[in-house]
């Protein structure tokens, strides 16, 4: 079950909680909720039980990150938000790279049940240690819910969402339930963004997004979030269908892709912090574009060891790109409009994640679609089995060429962000320790 839609729905909500009942109170209820739905996920009885129980997950789930973010924001100040966004950006891009491999021994070699129950120890750490670490804040000023706009918007986001899976696994656009549900999500946005432009205190303030640096930072994120979500599917798939390894065999040669992303994105945050997100992220969109291009041209009999070293340059430069990207609004921000940007950036990653996702798996299936069948019986040859391959690596190649344009499309909106690492004056930064 893709959690995706419930993330969307329950994300544009956080801000407005964060105001109203403070960050410590949102992110430790959010914990709860997830380590709930993941206790009951395990225990789940039937395929009704599970996706309630997963329902529950994905509302907690999906406020976790935003929820943190917020706290960070808050405890950094802008001269340090790139830092400690390089910090919390390591899980958002390891998870969809490390999670098929932990996935696939858990299922293969336990259990199931434990893809949920090994959420419960990393869980109650996490809770812990936001009890007894984090300082009690009390909420900001009394503000009335926009229930208008969370009656346009989440179920617009969740709807469109779903659409897009639909769309996504048939593989097509002639999919009638996903086209139309794509189509009453963007309706039901569309409405939610005429709304907020006019609304005194909106769910999400769409007007923070018409300054030069937030909307480069949005525009960046969500071009970034489509190529490396597309990526991220397009590569197990190769290893699986062209190259014929197991799941786990997959994941583990993504490991390269992962160790990249790790190695790159605390530098990336210090860098940010010194020289300027629009630097940073310009080297991160370049070395993703170098492998995303030789992506492009990769073939069914290519070694390995020409493939390994281009996923770890690919690792590079997504460590480098989405949280320098979505730091350089945070530094643009007062106070009190951090919760709302940070729901607003969130949902816009997630919805570029699903639009790539939806785009290269509609364009692989077109691809593959040219690919001849092989012949039944033992007409098979080695050689008609490696011209299949070959066919399949062709597909592959072409759809690794979307994700090139649209990293090229990424750069465009990644030269107008700050090239200088000058923090806002109405903000003042922590004061650091004398050691720094």
Known sequence: MDLNGLHATVIPLTGWAADRFGTKRLYMTSIILFLAGSALSGAAWSMPSLILFRIIQGLGGGMIMPAGMIILNHAAGPR?????MGIIGVPMLLAPICGPVLGGW?????????????????????????????ERDEPGPHRRLDLTGLLLLSPGLAIFVFGLARIAAAGNFSST?????????LLLTAAFLFHAARHHDPLIDVRLFTGRTVGASALTTFLFASAFFGISLLLPLYFQLVRGE?????????????LGAMISMPLAARLTDR??????VLAGLACIAVGTLFLSRIESTTPFVIIEPMLFLLGLGMGATMMPAMSAAMRTLQRHQVARATSGLNVVQRVGGSIGTTLLAVVLTHQMSRVAPLPAGPAVTDALQQTRLSDLSHAFGNTFLWAFLITLLAVCAALFLPRTNSAPAHRTAPSRPASE
């Open 275 to 280: 020289i300027g997100a629009g630097k940073v």
């Open 177 to 185: 339930s996903g086209d139309a549900c794509a189509i009453a999500g």
């Open 246 to 258: 197991t799941a786990f065999g997959a994941g583990l040669l993504q490991a390269a892709q992962g």
């Open 80 to 84: 340090r938000i790139g830092r400690l």
């Open 106 to 134: 858990l299922v293969d070699n336990v259990s199931w049940r434990w893809i949920f129950f090994v959420n419960l120890p990393v869980g109650a750490i996490a809770l812990a240690a936001a009890w007894k670490v984090f």
